[in-house]
């Protein structure tokens, strides 16, 4: 089943219930690929018309945020409602979320353990200087069965996503050029290269390879996965703006 928020379309899945789609992909012909939208994915598909057909063309979009749920909940009331009731927004209490969280960091770990487990291969491409390896091997230490069939950093890629590679055939690609850039790559390259199924991943190697600390459990599951960031990582709190660019949005968005 898939929801709309603000114009982008997002299936409501479970971790459990997305690999089992893959799992579904893998054992038949054809290619897929996964999108992981969040508050900036939506923001940047406000403007970006081409991002966001990529996102809605998506084989599947998974939920990586929180606050997409609680927009949801947002959405389905009146405008006087959400202009009262938009605190809320802040504080992501379970009954208002809707749907179950599945992060992209998550859920290429989980695929990365399904690929072990099912003998499939698996390629990294993509963030800065030695990541990618640092991220293959830190997977391999933890999933001794995990066959990676290649992992480079990438080079540079322009805003449009636009580069080429010559990549060997393997099942699984993870793909972290950063949000835009690795949809757009992947979008535009995907007909072209041995790959079944492509995933943008973000900045997930970065905490696979352990250069970036991630948010203890319970602070994931609670919500506030993106305060733990903000804290460890200052810089962060520009990005954290768009939150009240989004908000707005969400406050006096139209249903059509």
């Given at each position: ?84 009731l938009w605190p809320l927004f802040f504080f992501p209490i379970k009954p208002m979320m809707q749907f179950d969280v599945v992060t992209g960091t998550d859920f290429m770990e989980a695929l990365c353990k399904l690929s072990a487990e099912k003998g499939l291969t698996t390629g990294f491409l993509g963030g800065n200087g ?127």
């Amino acid at each position: 089943m898939k929801i709309d928020i603000l114009g982008v379309k997002i299936d409501k899945v479970n971790l459990t219930e997305a690999l089992v789609v893959v799992e579904k992909w893998i054992r038949n012909p054809g290619k897929h690929y996964i999108v992981t939208p969040n508050l900036e994915f939506i923001l940047a598909a406000q403007k970006d018309k081409e991002f966001r057909e990529i996102l809605n063309k998506a084989d599947l979009a998974i939920p990586d945020s929180s606050s997409l749920g609680l927009s949801d909940w947002l959405l389905r009331k009146t405008r006087l409602e959400r202009l009262l009731l938009w605190p809320l927004f802040f504080f992501p209490i379970k009954p208002m979320m809707q749907f179950d969280v599945v992060t992209g960091t998550d859920f290429m770990e989980a695929l990365c353990k399904l690929s072990a487990e099912k003998g499939l291969t698996t390629g990294f491409l993509g963030g800065n200087g030695e990541v990618a390896k640092e991220t293959a091997d830190c997977l391999m230490r933890k999933y001794p069965n995990l066959k990676v069939s290649y992992v480079s950093s990438g080079g540079v890629v322009d805003k449009d996503g636009t580069t080429s590679y010559i990549l060997p055939a393997t099942d699984l690609l993870f793909v972290a050029f950063g949000h835009i850039k690795q949809e757009k790559w992947i979008a535009k390259n995907l007909d072209k290269i041995p790959v079944r199924v492509a995933m943008g991943v973000g900045g997930a190697f970065d905490y696979f390879s352990g250069r970036v600390r991630r948010a203890p459990k319970r602070i994931r599951e609670s919500g506030f996965e993106w305060l733990f960031r903000l804290v460890i990582q200052p810089w962060r709190i520009k990005r954290q703006l768009v939150l009240f660019k989004y908000l707005r949005l969400i406050l006096f968005y139209d249903q059509i």
